[in-house]
């Protein structure tokens, strides 16, 4: 009897520890990492310095990680070059989502400019942390500025846009419109360019609703959604935009 119950012991240990050695082989570690390498470790040259070159500024609607809405500013600078995308390191660190974006405004704005790309270096500069401007929102504007230096064109200062761009040109959905709208009217611009269909939001306010149960009551708390104007909200001028060539009839200047 007493050898039956030592067997017994040792199935179980065997069957418990090739379950325990099953699971470790089956097991899939994953690794995410946020933030990635620059798309090209450059040393940066001033505008003013390279011969043949061309630049273009716009400022770019952003949240921080404290919810608030701001503006920053992108410089694109063209120079003759072998179709280099670059970005000034010392003052920026791109996410991967942000690198897509660049390689896709460039796509687009190949397209829209008929120019052979790969005769042309393209240095992009943001001034502020690049936390503040992660996401596809800066797509959109990240093209217009890139498309204004090939063209040597002027951007009208006094608009922001917020949107993705996609390969095709149209402008994608973003989030955080109201925020970046009441950036763009403290920081005093005229006109703030969103994607269609983000002109109004939704918001949430809370309301306790109680109701008797017996000799006591179960109170409840809901979120109620309330449609709201960003412009009126924001006491901004807000216009839709569609694609990439309605928002250069808005920013670009011969």
């Known amino acids: 009897m007493k050898k039956i119950k030592i067997l017994t012991v040792l199935i179980f240990l ?5 379950f325990l050695f099953g699971v470790q082989f089956n097991k899939t570690t994953v690794t995410v990492y946020n933030e990635t390498k620059p798309i090209q470790k450059i040393v940066y040259t001033p505008f003013d310095s ?10 770019i609607p952003a949240v921080d990680q404290e919810g608030e809405g701001l503006t920053t500013i992108l410089t694109v600078q063209v120079v ?11 003052r920026l660190l791109f996410w991967t989502d ?6 896709t405004s460039r796509s687009v704005a190949a397209e829209v400019t008929g120019l052979n790309l ?3 270096d393209i240095i992009y500069t943001i001034e502020t942390n690049a936390t503040s401007v992660e996401g596809p929102s800066a797509g959109t504007a990240l093209t217009i500025a890139t498309i204004a230096a090939l063209q ?8 922001l846009i917020t949107g993705a761009i996609n390969h095709d040109g149209t402008i994608g959905p973003v989030g955080e419109i109201l925020q970046k709208a009441i950036a763009a009217k403290e920081a005093g611009y005229r006109l703030f360019l969103v994607p269609l269909m983000h002109s109004e939001q939704i918001t949430y306010h809370t ?3 109680c109701e008797p ?3 006591s009551q179960i109170c409840t708390t809901e979120r109620i959604p309330d449609k709201i104007s960003v412009e009126e909200e924001a006491g901004i001028r807000v216009e839709e935009v569609q694609d990439i060539h309605e928002a250069l009839e808005y920013f670009l200047t011969d």
Do not use: C, H, M, W
């Open 152 to 159: 040597g064109k002027e951007i009208d200062t006094s608009i």
């Open 80 to 90: 003759p070059g072998s179709g280099r995308v670059l970005a000034n390191i010392d």
């Open 50 to 59: 390279v011969a043949n070159s061309s630049f273009s500024t716009i400022a």
């Open 118 to 120: 790969s005769e042309y």
């Open 207 to 209: 309301e306790k609703f």
């Open 98 to 103: 942000t690198q897509n974006s660049i390689r």
């Open 213 to 215: 149960v017996g000799p």
């Open 14 to 18: 065997f069957f418990v520890l090739g």
